[in-house]
Structures are given as C-alpha cells and as structure tokens.
C-alpha cells in the first residue's frame, strides 16, 4: 500500500483523526476551510488508495471513515515489534508483528466501556498513577472481593478509585497505598458505576532518564 501521500491529502487523514470518527465530508471541508468540491475529490482519491471508506447517505452526505491503513498513515496506529522479556533476557528483533489500531485489539474492550483519568495517587500500589488512564466497564450488581471499582460515595461530588469489599453489613473501600485507611461505609451509600479490566499509563518521569 502507498504511504507516502501529497500534503493535502495527508492533512485530511489528519484532520479527521482530529476530529474522530466518523465525520460527514461537509463538516470536514468546513474544519479544513476547503469547499466541498475540493475535499470531495480529495476523498474520492484517498478511498481508492485504500485509505478512507465512504458511506454516502442521500439525506445527509456522504459518512467518512479511517480504514486500518489510513489510521496508520495519520499516525493512530502502533507497531507491535514482538516480544521483550521481564524474567531472563532475550533478543529482541524488530520485526512488526501486527498495528494496534485500535485498544480492543490489545486490551480486552467491550462496546458500553469508557475511559476515565486518574487523578491522585491512591492507587499507586498496583502501577495506577496520576495522569494514567483507566477503562470502566459498566456494573450491574456487587462487585466480587476486591476488585477495582469506580463508585459514587456520599456527600461527594466525583467518583472514586478503590478495591471493593464486603464485611457483613458494611462496605470496604481500600485504597492501594498505606498513606490512605479504609473507608467504610453502609451498601446503599455507596454505587458502583464500574469495573476497571485495563489501565494505561506512562512510565513515572523519575524512572526516564532526562525527564
């Protein structure tokens, strides 16, 4: 497949990374300051490159969406090299096994899961840091002994990031760092919104030299 693309069509595949998919080619032409004549044919290229799907809609225009090699063309995709050892060391080639061009093909994501930013360091014993990212899956009923949970706490106006338990008549919020005691609370005081199954997050700058 050609990656290397002229200037305006790279600033297309661009500016709708930017603004997300899908987007409707008047609304693209409008965030570009180009006619729709002109990102009309400019798409119309791009889709035959393999780069862009084009859904057109007779009462509504025409429905622009990133194919795997346009994501990877506007920088969206990863390249995943393999493997790397945490135990004995090994060598590692960098041969591309796969892109990740989108977090279900690495994390287990499922349709109803949304992203939230953590903010303090309450979780810090099990990696989950400031700034980290966390992926929430809905939840219907009571959590299972210590899992990471998402809840709404009474007299609060955010949520919180805790391991949930249950002892007897009350419920047990722990946090994974020994500077924070348990909060305890009676069932229905506390909601649960949600499940983590995945964290992202970036290594601490202490640990990268020169940051």
Do not use: C, W
Request: net charge positive; proline share 9%.
């Amino acid at each position: 497949m050609e990656t290397r693309l002229p200037p305006g069509q790279r600033r297309i595949l661009l500016k709708i990374a930017e603004l997300g998919e899908p987007v409707f080619a008047v609304d693209l032409a409008r965030a570009l300051g180009i006619s729709r004549q002109g990102v009309r044919a400019q798409l119309n290229a791009l889709a035959r490159k393999g780069f862009l799907a084009l859904d057109a809609r007779p009462r509504h225009g025409t429905l622009v969406r990133l194919t795997d090699a346009g994501r990877r063309a506007a920088g969206m995709s990863l390249p995943v090299l393999g493997e790397i050892a945490a135990g004995p060391p090994v060598f590692a080639e960098a041969v591309v096994e796969a892109y990740a061009e989108r977090l279900a093909d690495l994390l287990p994501v499922e349709p109803g899961d949304f992203l939230l930013r953590v903010r303090g360091d309450s979780m810090v014993g099990i990696g989950i840091r400031p700034g980290d990212y966390v992926v929430v899956r809905p939840y219907a009923g009571e959590p299972p002994a210590g899992a990471v949970v998402v809840v709404l706490l009474p007299g609060e106006e955010t949520a919180t990031l805790k391991r949930y338990y249950r002892k007897g008549d009350r419920v047990v919020l722990r946090s994974e760092n020994p500077r924070y005691p348990d909060r305890v609370f009676k069932p229905e005081e506390v909601r649960v919104q949600g499940e983590v199954v995945a964290h992202l997050g970036v290594l601490p700058r202490g640990l990268r030299p020169g940051a």
